[in-house]
């Protein structure tokens, strides 16, 4: 952790209250970064944090960055928010991330067909997950989605919209490509 880092969590840790900020923005090349700031912000006031990979040097796999990761996201801080941002950041986090806001910002260099059908999973499976703005740069996003789900509606935009039904429920998950992927969860019509 930088000398910066080490002084300002020193800072934080002296206050006898905890901060009120509603969006934390942070370059996070290491787990302890996060973890340097995020348990002296007031839960439940955040509603956004945005996580940038910052050219990310440390390994976030390793077994004791893994437990760090774990560490973070059972703060209050964290489970409180409704908004995770991540810049490149997606593969520094175990998938549990994808359930836990109700709402994403995620931006990617590159995303497979496979790994947009898991995302898309994994949003079908959370209780409170509702919208997903996915950006991946200089990709063909329509035929990133046409594995997704069937063709929706308007018929007029049949390439561009989606539908996944997520089994069991009267909910789907809406895949729309409007120069990048917005991802809605929705209650459809069952007549």
């Not at 900020?21 to 006031?45: C, F, K, S, T, W």
């Not at 947009?116 to 409170?128: N, R, T, V």
Request: proline share 5%.
């Amino acid at each position: 952790m930088s000398t910066f880092l080490t002084k300002f969590e020193y800072t934080l840790r002296s206050l006898k209250h905890q901060i009120a900020v509603q969006m934390l923005q942070i370059r996070a090349e290491h787990p302890d970064n996060v973890l340097a700031i995020l348990p002296y912000l007031r839960p439940g006031y955040l509603e956004n944090i945005l996580i940038d990979d910052g050219r990310v040097k440390a390994d976030w796999k390793s077994d004791e960055n893994v437990r760090k990761v774990e560490q973070i996201m059972q703060l209050d801080q964290w489970k409180q928010a409704e908004e995770l941002t991540l810049q490149e950041s997606l593969h520094m986090f175990p998938d549990d991330v994808l359930v836990q806001f109700k709402k994403y910002w995620i931006l990617q260099l590159s995303l497979s067909e496979n790994q947009l059908a898991h995302i898309g999973s994994k949003f079908a499976d959370s209780p409170i997950f509702e919208n997903c703005h996915l950006e991946i740069e200089g990709y063909d996003n329509y035929h990133l989605i046409s594995s997704i789900g069937v063709p929706g509606p308007p018929a007029g935009h049949y390439r561009r919209f989606r539908h996944l039904m997520i089994p069991n429920t009267d909910k789907l998950l809406i895949f729309k490509e409007c120069g990048y992927i917005e991802i809605d969860k929705q209650t459809r019509d069952i007549q």
